[in-house]
Structure formats: C-alpha cells, structure tokens
C-alpha cells in the first residue's frame, strides 16, 4: 500500500510541475506587466511638415494615413506559402504615409521618407525589400528626400507622376 502512496505522489508532482511549467497556475507564476507612456508626438517634424503638405497637396482627394505597418497594407496569406513565416517577415515593417482613396480606403500609394539613416547598409537593404514587397503586391510606391521642407505642389505632381506614369511621359 506505500508504494502505491509513493507512486500517487509522484503523479501529483509531476502533474503539478508540468502545470507550472506551462503556465497553467496563474497564482504560483505572475505574468509580466509592462508600462507605458503616452508619446508626446506622434510624428518626428519632419514627418509632420511632410504630413501637412501631404493634406495641401491631395488631401481633398486622397486619405492619409501615418505610420502603416506592412501587414494592414498587404495581405501576406498567399496561396502556397507559410503564412506565419511571411507575416513574421514584414510585420515589423512599415511605410510612412499611405494615400487611400475616399470612397473605399482602397490604398492607391505608399510614402516613404527618407532622411540621414536611409543612407546606412541595413536601412538600405530593408528599403530594397519594403520596395520588392509593394511592387510584387501591387502597390507604387513614392520615396521623398527629406530636404527640410515640402511643396504642396511638387509632392501633387510627383504623386501624379507616380499614379499615373504613362500620362506624365507623353
């Protein structure tokens, strides 16, 4: 009868540990409570100045979106493809601006802001992928040199020349 005691026991325990182990016990293991603070800003200036221009120059025509990660831009669910693996790929990545339709939300052009870090090796090979990634996707791309300032209406015509190539070449 003791070695059916001590056989019990070691079932309890084992049961118990593997609980544990798992995260099973929510009062033997507390998770980890992050904080956090609000950001004062949620755009550098350059961003903002690019931004207001932005709304100038096709705001009446275009929504504009800040800071979009590639996940809410492109749908990585293609058929024949890890879909776990190509949303690990881009889901930290994002664009700058996104210009959407009003009717529908439809994105129709992503911006990219390029200031001094765009010139490091990393940031590079990160841009050349954001790049192939839109243009496999379907979606043109626009990329701005950050000069310190923005025409409202350079950007409409560098946007228009950048939805519409074959009008502008003519």
């Not at 003791?2 to 118990?16: D, E, S």
């Not at 043109?140 to 020349?161: D, T």
């Amino acid at each position: 009868m003791t070695i059916f005691y001590i056989i019990i026991g070691i079932i309890i325990v084992t049961a118990i540990v593997i609980a544990i182990s798992r995260g099973g016990l929510a009062d033997v293991e507390e998770k980890a409570k992050y904080r956090y603070n609000r950001k004062n800003f949620f755009l550098t200036r350059a961003e903002h100045e690019c931004y207001d221009a932005l709304v100038e120059a096709v705001g009446a025509e275009y929504h504009i979106f800040a800071q979009v990660h590639l996940p809410t831009l492109v749908d990585h669910t293609v058929r024949g493809q890890d879909w776990r693996a190509a949303l690990a790929h881009i889901n930290r990545k994002s664009v700058d601006f996104v210009l959407c339709d009003k009717a529908y939300l439809s994105p129709k052009l992503a911006i990219e802001l390029d200031d001094k870090s765009h010139e490091r090796a990393d940031r590079q090979e990160r841009d050349r992928e954001v790049e192939r990634i839109l243009r496999e996707a379907g979606v043109s791309l626009l990329r701005l040199e950050n000069r310190g300032s923005f025409s409202p209406s350079e950007l409409a015509q560098k946007i228009k020349e950048t939805l519409n190539p074959k009008s502008t070449s003519l």
